[in-house]
Antibody
Framework: QARLVESGGDVVQPGKSLRLSCVGS????????LHWVRQTPGKGLEWLAV????????DYRDSVKGRFTISRDNLKNTLYLQMTNLRPDDTAMYFC??????????????WGQGTLVTVSS | EIVMTQSPDTLSLSPGERASLSCRAS??????VAWYQQRPGQAPRLLIH???NRATGVPARFSGGGSGTEFTLTIASLQSEDFAVYYC??????????FGQGTKVEIK
């Protein structure tokens, strides 16, 4: 059964960095594009970033471009989101999700359970 | 950025009733719309893609329609497990992909 499991969420101070991980299983990890999406009570679901199956193509929403970096290690079946210069409005539940294609078809048939990031002094 | 607006914010219905949820895009997205269900404490679950295609394992009581800027999700006869929040998403024009604010289907 296909599955994604996130980890790495924590309480961090503004301006600090954090790296989230997402391990995939039950599907051919190296053949799938992968996304990060976050959710807050105020802004709802917010798409953040996507990476192609081979890691060579990536894209981000403008508000996180330059602060967040999506990457992957296909040998470890793991997706990452490196977040720097965190702000209080980055507080959210962060989900990884699988694309049906090798890059960015766009709809998301598989999601992880999420990991909570809280940015607070 | 394409804005997706869902209506109503909350739908109060009884089990067995029909639910109709709406989603409007701020510009033409053809049929590149998906619908997700989110139960409390769970991740979103894909129900419908390309406006009307049910995802694997989704019961036939869920159906989607529309094109261009107006879309609907219909639940033919509400079951207890269907009381949840539903989101639409456009995947026509990126970045970014964008979601609606959600419609909560609650028990009347």
């Amino acid at each position: 059964q296909a599955r994604l499991v996130e980890s790495g969420g924590d309480v961090v101070q503004p301006g600090k960095s954090l790296r989230l991980s997402c391990v995939g299983s039950g599907f051919t990890f190296s053949e799938s594009g992968l996304h990060w999406v976050r959710q807050t009570p105020g802004k709802g679901l917010e798409w953040l970033a996507v990476i192609s199956n081979d890691g060579n193509s990536r894209d981000y929403r403008d508000s996180v471009k330059g602060r967040f970096t999506i990457s992957r290690d296909n040998l470890k079946n793991t997706l990452y989101l490196q977040m720097t210069n965190l702000r209080p409005d980055d507080t959210a539940m962060y989900f990884c999700a699988k694309d049906p294609a090798r890059y960015n078809y766009g709809h998301l048939p598989l999601w992880g359970q999420g990991t909570l990031v809280t940015v607070s002094s | 950025e394409i804005v997706m607006t869902q209506s109503p914010d909350t739908l109060s219905l009884s089990p067995g009733e029909r639910a109709s949820l709406s989603c409007r895009a701020s510009q033409n997205v053809n049929r590149n719309v998906a619908w997700y269900q989110q139960r409390p404490g769970q991740a979103p679950r894909l129900l419908i893609h390309h406006a009307s295609n049910r995802a694997t394992g989704v019961p036939a009581r869920f159906s989607g329609g529309g094109s261009g800027t107006e879309f609907t999700l219909t639940i033919a006869s509400l079951q207890s497990e269907d009381f949840a929040v539903y989101y639409c998403q456009q995947f026509h024009n990126w970045p970014p992909w964008t979601f609606g604010q959600g419609t909560k289907v609650e028990i009347k």
